[in-house]
């Protein structure tokens, strides 16, 4: 799960970022609105947590054009300021969900949570499985029958990733972005590692599960055929 915080206020958006991490999302950081929405219109994440009052673009500008380019990432908008005129128009341009500033760490996780869950890809439950195979989101272990494995927090992004969309082809660079985010460094040779690893534990577990490459353009996984 992949988490986008546009909010100008440093502190406030570093708290926000650890509390997340904590949590077991990733999280990437914006500091201005014109930033944020050009993170935000990668569609890489699961929720977006937008601050309204914010440098060169304010949050509402920010929502409004990102759902007119089709983007409907739910997002969790966040102002100082009460008046309902503010929550009018925040729900008017396509906020999910409105939450007042200073609030408690337990609400904004649960109605991160909340919004998790409308994304419709993903399940009530904390098990994906594939064919054979089951992967446990709560403890990183991928098994087959009486066999499993743990798996590293990036192999864990990367299979749930591949379980989630399992039959499709996901390119490359959504990967690679989905899983190591914008800031970071890492190139199109760290997917094929991290690929490489998942392909010898699925070996390892003797699941019928493949990853297959499709040249020129990503991974897929099928489930036994
Ligand atoms: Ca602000």
Request: hydrophobic share 40%; charged share 30%.
């Amino acid at each position: 799960m992949r988490v986008l915080v546009v909010e100008d206020e440093v502190r406030l958006a570093a708290t926000l970022q650890d509390l997340l991490e904590m949590q077991g999302y990733l999280a990437d950081v914006s500091h201005d609105g014109e930033s944020g929405l050009d993170n935000a219109l990668s569609a890489i994440y699961d929720v977006i947590i937008l601050d309204v009052m914010l440098p060169k673009l304010n949050g509402f500008d920010v929502l409004r054009r990102l759902r007119a380019e089709g983007n409907t990432t739910p997002v969790l908008m966040l102002t100082a300021r009460s008046e309902v005129t503010d929550k009018v128009q925040g729900l008017d341009s396509g906020a999910d969900y409105y939450l007042t500033k200073p609030f408690e760490p337990k609400e904004l996780l649960a109605c991160v949570r909340a919004l998790c869950r409308r994304t419709p890809e993903l399940r009530e439950t904390d098990r994906l499985t594939c064919g054979d195979l089951q992967l446990e989101q709560t403890t990183f272990n991928l098994s087959c029958s009486d066999r499993s494995v743990r798996l590293s927090r990036k192999e864990f992004d990367m299979m749930e990733l591949l379980m989630l969309n399992q039959k499709l082809v996901i390119p490359k660079e959504k990967l690679l972005l989905k899983v190591w985010g914008y800031e970071s460094e890492a190139e199109d040779n760290n997917v094929e590692v991290y690929i490489s690893f998942l392909r010898k534990k699925l070996e390892y577990l003797r699941s019928g599960a493949k990853i297959k490459t499709i040249r020129m353009v990503g991974y897929c996984l099928e489930p036994e055929e």
